[in-house]
């Protein structure tokens, strides 16, 4: 059984759609706990409720950057996971961390990466007048919403779209692109060389 932990800042959708899978199909893994940042990171209560660790790493107590990834870091390996998730995890992981998980370490971001890194990305996808967004899930390297990706969604933008909808569609296909790129993960279908994810099956790692 492989052993997922999962960081989040809030609402915790993403998380809970890996957390419903991984039990309702049976994965070969098994999530073991939920960090978050914030003490009232809404998605807590839900994990709490189905029987699983939860725990706060409050930024805001450490005096630097540094100091909160390494409490953050070795909280995370007291659970001695194979699989770290951010879902939804609003704070920036330093070199240090993200070395120390590299290759099993994944994120997803709401936008065709490497299009729209960072905040509001639906806004600047609006504004750029993109007929097309989605949301990627890839493998964390140093660079901010960078790195290998494993699993790309697509969604049309259609006339009167604000940021709000937008924003709820592409949600809808997260929760479909992060289980999947999960569970080839746990199964050891994801193979990762010169910066690129192929699954060994051939399966397509596109959802349009
Ligand atoms: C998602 O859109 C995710 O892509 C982004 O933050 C949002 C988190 O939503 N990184 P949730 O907490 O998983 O509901």
Redesign the pocket.
């Known amino acids: 059984m492989k052993r997922i932990v999962i960081l989040?800042?809030?609402?915790?959708?993403?998380?809970?759609?890996i957390v419903q899978r991984c039990a309702e199909q049976r994965w070969p893994s098994e999530v073991v706990a939920v960090l978050a940042n914030q003490p009232g990171a809404e998605?807590l209560a839900f994990a709490a409720g189905r029987g699983i660790a939860t725990g706060v790493v409050d930024h805001r107590a450490y005096g630097s950057r540094e100091d909160f990834d390494a409490a953050l870091a070795q909280r995370i390996e007291s659970f001695a996971p194979d699989l770290v998730l951010?879902?939804?995890?609003?704070r920036v992981l330093g070199g240090a961390f993200v070395r120390r998980f590299e290759g099993r370490l994944l994120?997803?971001?709401?936008s065709l990466l490497p299009a729209f890194p960072g905040l509001h990305t639906h806004e600047r996808a609006l504004s750029e007048g993109c007929q097309a967004v989605g949301?990627t899930v890839h493998f964390v390297t140093p660079e901010l919403d960078h790195g290998p990706i494993v699993m790309q969604s697509v969604v049309p933008v259609r006339a009167g779209d604000t940021p709000q909808t937008l924003?709820a569609r592409?949600?809808a296909t997260?929760h479909v692109i992060y289980p999947q790129s999960v569970l080839w993960f746990v199964q050891d279908k994801l193979q990762l060389a010169d910066g690129r994810v192929r699954q060994t099956d051939g399966a397509s790692q596109v959802l349009i």
Request: proline share 4%.
């Open positions: 989040i800042s809030g609402r915790g959708s993403n998380m809970q759609a998605g951010l879902a939804g995890f609003m994120n997803i971001h709401p949301a924003a592409v949600l997260e």
